[in-house]
């Protein structure tokens, strides 16, 4: 299984041209959204991707965020 992690803040419109491109991605199995500031309309929108899981990160940092996509990924 093959799951990406994106880390995200105040990414809006890349963020949906990323999961758009990553659902092409042949072997891609899930897509890990680990947020921290996102607007609720960035993450509204998200949810139209079907490999998506949207995971809300209480602390800021790249770091921080990979660690918490890692812990959610299946």
Avoid at 4 to 24: C, N
Avoid at 34 to 48: D, S
């Amino acid at each position: 299984m093959l799951s990406v992690i994106i880390p995200a803040r105040h990414e809006g419109g890349m963020l949906l041209r990323s999961l758009a491109a990553l659902t092409t991605v042949p072997g891609v199995d899930e897509v890990v959204v680990a947020a921290w500031g996102e607007r609720a309309g960035v993450r509204r929108r998200a949810g139209r991707f079907p490999l998506l899981r949207w995971v809300e990160c209480p602390i800021a940092g790249r770091g921080a965020q990979l660690n918490r996509g890692a812990a959610a990924a299946r």
